[in-house]
């Protein structure tokens, strides 16, 4: 049996014609980069996400920087982010020409750890009034703890901006009520990347807000600065997200909540089935109802790699997410990091395998997918 990692092919039977069509009307349109289609859908995003603005832009990647540069972060500021995470959420710091600093995670769902952070801001005391933002990432579907990041952040005045790509429709029970992924910082980042629980058909991203003064400035920094035809107030870049990717997400965003439920199911059964001595499954910190499992990410204890070799010899799709911690990245070594700072970071670069956790996932599939872990460690 073949168990793809994940099968977008699937996903299109139950929307090609629907997909089609929206493309179809795009072309019709002749408005392929910004215009109603784009806008209907940034209105579609905020409402899901529950913000008051939604600025479509060309990628998550962009999503991030467009946001640093609405803040002015630059040469000689620090941003705090997580160690363990996409390039993307450390690249964009360097980006901006601000210095990263990196946190260890929490072990049992891999996101920031508070604790770590709370560390941070206690030995470093010279250096908080360069720190100007904090990047949590809601790492494979889960909030990270947001409240206590946010009471951090609060306490020194700094920014938060929610790296949502992994998390759109994630929620967390906040003490002031239950809120969505996004919602929570000053800006949250989105990605519409094809393999994301809400992918496009091509890249594209979103950044919500409920600041009207950032909202206009990122509508203004997607689109080199301009805010009057050839009229530049700042230098921005072109970060516009086209037609067609709104399209896309706006044939598929009725669906999304039912493929959501769908991953639940499908990562309940695992819970229940995948029950190995050195098999640790995902900790859904807030219940099982608040993650989306953009991935279903194992813990083994010993032998990852042959299980990894083990996996694509039978043709069961796997994945490592992610094999090199920030800190060990040779683009950041001039940082001078240690192994010993982030040591959750580095257990689980080295001990983690995401397995197949798609909707149309059968259940045939999740039990040839358990039958061979099980038979790996027998």
Known sequence: MKVPMLD???????????????????????????????????????KYVGTKYAVGVSSGTDALLVSLMALNIGYGDIVITTDYSFFATAGVISRAGAKPVF????????????????????????????????IPVHLYGQCADMDSILSIAERYEIPVIEDSAQAIGAKYPSKDGVKKAGQMGLLGCFSFFPS??????????????????????????????????YFHSFVGGNFRLDAIQAAAIL?????????????RENAKYYDMNLKIDGVKTPYPKYG??????????????????????????????????????????????HLAYSDSEFPNSVYASQHTIAIPVYPELTRQMQDYVKEKIGEFFT
């Open 251 to 263: 044939v598929k965003i009725p669906h999304l909540e039912r493929w959501h439920e769908m991953r």
């Open 103 to 134: 946190v260890d995670i929490d072990p049992d769902t891999y996101n920031i750890s508070p604790e770590h952070l709370e560390n941070w801001f206690s030995r470093n005391k010279d250096d908080i009034k360069k720190v100007k933002a904090i």
């Open 8 to 46: 977008l092919k699937a996903q299109l039977e139950t929307i090609r014609e629907d997909l089609k069509s929206a493309i179809d009307d795009v072309i019709e349109s002749t408005r392929y980069i910004g215009g109603p289609m784009v806008e209907r859908c940034e209105e579609e995003i905020a």
């Open 288 to 333: 099982r109802d608040f993650h989306i499992y953009n991935q279903y990410v194992i813990s083994v204890r010993d032998r990852r790699d042959e299980l990894l070799d083990f996996l694509n010899e039978n043709e069961i799709g796997c994945k490592v997410y992610y094999p090199v911690p920030f800190h060990r990245q040779k683009c950041f070594s």
């Open 196 to 229: 994301k629980n809400l992918g496009a058909i091509g890249d594209g991203g979103v950044v919500v807000t409920d600041d009207e003064e950032l909202y206009q400035r990122i509508k203004s920094l997607r689109n080199h600065g301009e805010e009057v035809r």
